[in-house]
């Protein structure tokens, strides 16, 4: 009995023990799917990660272009531009994908902070760094630029001009007949001393550095220069100043700050000059007396300009002469050259004195003012004594 019981007791406990296995393998099987599925998972998720990753590292990488580039194009960078605003223009032009890479390229090369204006020969769709690399390459560029100094005249500047641009200088003359065609208001050729105008584009000729645009026309390049001393005189207020603070006409003030630049030998006397001018011409009303006047005429006859001992009384007393000063009270019809912002400024913002001498007094080109002949004479020995040559010498 006891012997079945046993029997009976081991195989309940094998049909238990068969039934917890089936149990276990039914539980690995579920935990294998499980783990394959968990797999699954993660490898979609990390996919989605990479892949999501690869998406966001796109907006930080910069679009930019390969290789050297296909079809050449001109392109001009204007004056003062930023490097951003140089990309811009480059990818306006397609030279460049995007104003980010350019950017990059630059700040990976030192020098180009030295990119200058002008107007150059890349190619389309270039690599930013070779595009770079272009622009600071002088061979690219089709512009070399020009420099116009303070104080030259008119025709001085048309020399420079044609000798920089190739277009003849009869061409510039031309252009320069009708000053309001190259921008100039009509208002600017207006005087309160009822003198006459000499209505040409002598002293609005602004002198800086310029880079011209290789197929610009002489009335185009003209313009440019127009337009730059209107910007410069609105900036400082010119026009509003001189007519508030001098009661007298831009254009007046305009002559004055020609022959301030052409007086003074530094920039420090500009303003003391232009005061001469002013007290001479309209508080004393007396001839200014300005040589300068003088050698502009002779210049605008074809002849070569004098040292002051040099002119004789013929050519000072020059009854032809309109920009006479040696004989005629007040300022002469019309500017004689393109002065800088310092003598604008100055000719706006005299300082308030009684002077109507001066004197070039040391070979570094220093003035001295008087408001006296006595005065003007000690200056004038001043002068010789430090070896300036005076005709009084």
């Not at 796109?58 to 679009?63: I, K, N, T």
């Not at 003391?272 to 001479?280: F, G």
């Not at 040292?307 to 019809?333: C, F, R």
Request: charged share 25%; proline share 5%.
């Amino acid at each position: 009995m006891i012997d079945e019981l046993d029997v009976a007791f081991e195989e309940d406990a094998e049909g238990e023990g068969s039934r917890r296995d089936h149990r276990a393998r039914k539980g690995r099987g579920r935990s294998a799917v499980a783990l394959v599925l968990t797999l699954l998972l993660f490898s979609v998720l990390g996919g989605g990660i990479y892949l999501g990753y690869t998406k966001v590292a796109g907006f930080f990488v910069a679009a930019d272009y390969e290789g050297s580039g296909s079809a050449p194009v001109e392109v001009t960078i204007i004056k003062n531009s930023s490097l951003t605003e140089i990309g811009n223009v480059l990818v306006k032009a397609d030279v460049v994908k995007s104003t980010k890479a350019f950017l990059e390229a630059a700040d990976a090369e030192p020098r180009s902070e030295n990119i200058q204006a002008g107007t150059y020969v890349l190619r389309r769709q270039m690599a930013a760094d070779q595009a770079v690399a272009q622009l600071l390459d002088p061979n690219t560029r089709l512009s070399k630029g020009v420099t116009i100094p303070e104080g030259k005249t008119a025709k001085q500047t048309f020399e420079l001009l044609a000798k920089a641009t190739g277009i003849p200088v009869k061409d510039f003359e031309e252009a320069a007949k009708d000053p309001e065609a190259l921008g100039v208001p009509d208002w600017w050729f207006k005087r309160t001393d009822g003198k006459p105008v000499s209505k040409t584009a002598e002293g609005f000729l602004f002198p800086d550095t310029y880079e011209f645009d290789p197929k610009a026309t002489a009335s185009q390049v003209l313009k440019t220069m127009v337009e730059h001393f209107l910007t410069v005189t609105g900036e400082i207020g010119f026009a509003d100043g001189v007519q508030k603070n001098l009661a007298v006409s831009p254009y007046e003030a305009l002559i004055v700050a020609s022959l301030a630049q052409a007086e003074a030998g530094n920039a420090d006397d500009l303003p003391k000059v232009a005061r001469v001018a002013y007290n001479r011409a309209y508080k004393k009303k007396m001839p200014l007396q300005f040589d300068v006047t003088t050698n502009y005429w002779l210049e605008l006859n074809g002849k070569k300009a004098k040292h002051s001992g040099q002119l004789t009384e013929a050519e000072m007393n020059d009854p032809k002469n309109p920009y006479n000063s040696e004989t005629v009270v007040g300022l002469p019809i019309g500017p004689i050259n393109s002065p800088g912002k310092a003598a604008l400024t100055g000719a706006q913002k005299p300082p308030v004195a009684p002077w109507l001498f001066f004197v070039a007094i040391d070979k570094a080109g220093h003035s001295a003012f008087a408001a006296t002949d006595a005065e003007h004479e000690k200056n004038k020995k001043k002068a010789c004594d430090n070896g300036i040559k005076l005709s009084d010498c």
